[in-house]
């Protein structure tokens, strides 16, 4: 019988999930629940076997939504009976300064994910919700909390230190923190095999590039810097997040706009980016309105491509020097346009693409520059809930590092 461990990614309005198979790492089923407590009908889409469930109905709140999602697989598949199902995970942005490493679902780690809302306000809430609801569907499961955060919570002090009052950032817990840490770990961990090299002092970059994105530099799979800080809205041009930006904006729109703290909010976390700069939050809706000539999205892809290319720039001079840039996530995995004008950029430094590799749309791990390339060009699709699938199964049968052993 497989083990398997079902993935959960609860957000304020919809929840994400895949059940895994332990042995090969496949995603057996998965689905996605949306519109969560909007007045309009929610979503359902169960996906099993090469076939879609889709249903459509008012969901209330969490509890009834993966209460239906269980329904699922006893109705379309797989029956979670027939997979051993040894764990739940539950995804988590924020572990602050309380979680270096995945920890067990119980009320005092449930309750802790609460107050580091405060550091991810958007996502740590409904998190600790999902692990609620299913700590009542599931008690005989074990169920783990897996950080986003953790991969970064050894940064270099240079790196992790803002230049903030010490006593100010002390007192309320403001450092680098970074986020998407579990696709940076995961990709970090298979590029060696992927680009035939020793992981020993391996210098890479990892460029996670989707609607979301981040950067991060590792030497010898361990974090030396990354681009999201506090909270995920530092760093590269996103979806709908300005990325760097000066923070006397903040104080300018203040004085003259007249804006409070929940406008900012939604306009440098919802409104800005390349939605901001185009309309369009969908980097496929920008490159569609780049080929027909739009100056707006021309410039907006212009931004985002000089964000990435100055971040590599400054992670190659910390590391002192780069062997390997890898491209992952949404973007990263599909946008060749994007890859090739990155390395664009870089081709005075002696990075080379080949083209016809970069033109190739697949699934699979593979190399994309060509072999005179001073640095190694990588593809490789992320795999966060196999990541957090083996981390929380871990769990299940050792206890965390805080002394959590599931039914003691």
Do not use: W
Request: with cysteine; proline share 5%; charged share 25%.
């Amino acid at each position: 019988m497989a083990k398997t461990v079902l993935v959960i990614n609860s957000g304020s309005s919809s929840i994400k999930y895949q059940l895994v198979d332990l042995e090969n790492g496949e995603g057996l089923a998965s689905g996605l629940v949306e519109k969560i407590g909007e007045p309009t009908d929610g979503i359902y889409t169960h996906k099993f076997n090469g076939e879609k469930h889709t249903f459509t109905e008012k969901i209330e709140n969490h509890e009834q939504g993966l209460k239906k999602v269980l329904g699922f697989f006893d109705e379309f598949g797989p029956n979670l009976k027939d997979y051993e199902l040894v764990a739940v995970g539950h995804r988590v942005v924020q572990g602050g300064y309380i979680f270096p490493t995945p920890a067990l679902v119980t009320p005092a780690t449930i309750q802790q994910v609460k107050d580091l809302a405060v550091l991810a306000p958007l996502h740590n809430g409904p998190e600790a919700i999902g692990a609620e609801v299913m700590t009542r569907l599931l008690p005989d499961v074990p169920q783990g909390f897996v950080f986003d955060s953790s991969f970064f919570f050894e940064l270099p002090e240079a790196s992790s230190t803002y230049a903030l009052n010490k006593e100010v950032a002390e007192k309320y817990h403001i450092r680098r923190y970074g986020a998407h840490g579990t696709s940076h770990e995961y990709i970090g961990s298979v590029v060696p095999e992927t680009v035939g090299k020793p992981a020993e002092g391996l210098r890479q970059i990892v460029l996670h590039i989707g609607n979301g994105a981040s950067a991060s530099a590792q030497v010898s799979g361990r974090p030396v810097e990354t681009s999201m800080g506090l909270t995920p809205l530092e760093g590269l041009v996103m979806g709908g997040r300005t990325g760097d930006i000066d923070p006397a904006v903040v104080f300018h729109l203040i004085r003259n706009a007249h804006m409070d703290v929940d406008q900012l909010d939604t306009l440098f976390n919802k409104e800005s980016g390349m939605m901001g700069l185009t309309g369009h939050g969908d980097m496929r809706d920008v490159d569609d309105l780049r080929s027909h000539g739009d100056k707006d999205a021309q410039l907006a892809f212009d931004i985002y491509i000089h964000r990435i290319v100055s971040y590599i720039g400054a992670y190659t001079a910390q590391m002192g020097g780069c062997d390997v840039i890898t491209f992952t996530a949404g973007v990263g995995e599909n946008d060749a346009s994007v890859r090739e004008a990155v390395c664009d950029k870089l081709a005075p430094f002696g990075v080379k693409l080949d083209k016809e590799k970069n033109a190739v749309r697949s699934g699979d791990p593979r190399v994309i520059s060509a072999p005179d390339s001073s640095v190694t060009i990588a593809v490789i699709p992320t795999n966060e809930e196999l990541a957090i699938a083996r981390k929380v199964a871990k769990l299940a049968e050792e206890g965390d590092a805080y002394g959590n052993v599931f039914g003691r």
